[in-house]
């Protein structure tokens, strides 16, 4: 028995038939129309690109979920539970990232404090920014600053030294033996 759903060498069960004419479809899974749902995902979607490339572009600026949000016209707890569904790690956490990053090169470049690194990146605790550098880089600001003097700095391409030094993310970084370079 021949299903409507099939088309010229498909195969399909009686509940992907069903499946798709209840989304509108009409028994074709090429032309499958937009739903309301799947505009709000897509306008969800781009609001969170939004929200990522203004923290990639004001990381040094105070901001918090709430203010984020506003900017997009969302709740602060549904940013932070789209954020994390899109992105793999909360907003706070991707912001902390851009900031090591950027510390990173600062400190490689050798002409400021570990203080002045902190809050030139928009850090407003040393005691955060350090302990949150070690946990993503495995080594304090300090220690990185001093191995990078010690390793030669301008040895890399800065491209380059952006990626080989790249934070790792959720607590993965080795506790010693980190090289720079």
């Not at 498909?10 to 992907?16: E, G, I, L, P």
């Not at 129309?33 to 990381?59: H, I, P, Q």
């Not at 997009?72 to 991707?94: I, T, W």
């Amino acid at each position: 028995m021949s299903s409507p759903c099939r088309g010229p060498g498909r195969r399909s069960s009686a509940a992907d038939c069903r499946a798709g004419r209840r989304a509108g479809v009409g028994g074709s899974w090429k032309h499958r129309t937009v739903t309301s749902s799947d505009a709000d995902r897509l306008r969800d979607l781009a609001r969170l690109r939004r929200v990522r490339d203004r923290m990639d572009r004001e990381f040094a600026q105070p901001l918090d979920v709430e203010a984020l949000a506003r900017g997009v016209h969302m709740s602060a707890g549904h940013l932070s539970r789209q954020f994390k569904q899109a992105f793999g790690e909360s907003p706070y956490s991707y912001l902390m990232t851009r900031r090591i990053e950027r510390a990173m090169a600062l400190l490689r470049r050798g002409d400021l404090s570990v203080t002045e690194v902190c809050f030139e990146v928009g850090s407003s605790s040393l005691g955060t920014f350090s302990t949150r550098f070690t946990e993503l880089v495995g080594m304090s600001p300090s220690e990185y600053a001093r191995r990078a003097r010690t390793a030669g700095a301008g040895e890399l391409p800065s491209c380059v030294a952006k990626q080989v030094t790249r934070p790792v993310r959720n607590r993965e970084a080795p506790v010693v033996g980190v090289p720079l370079a």
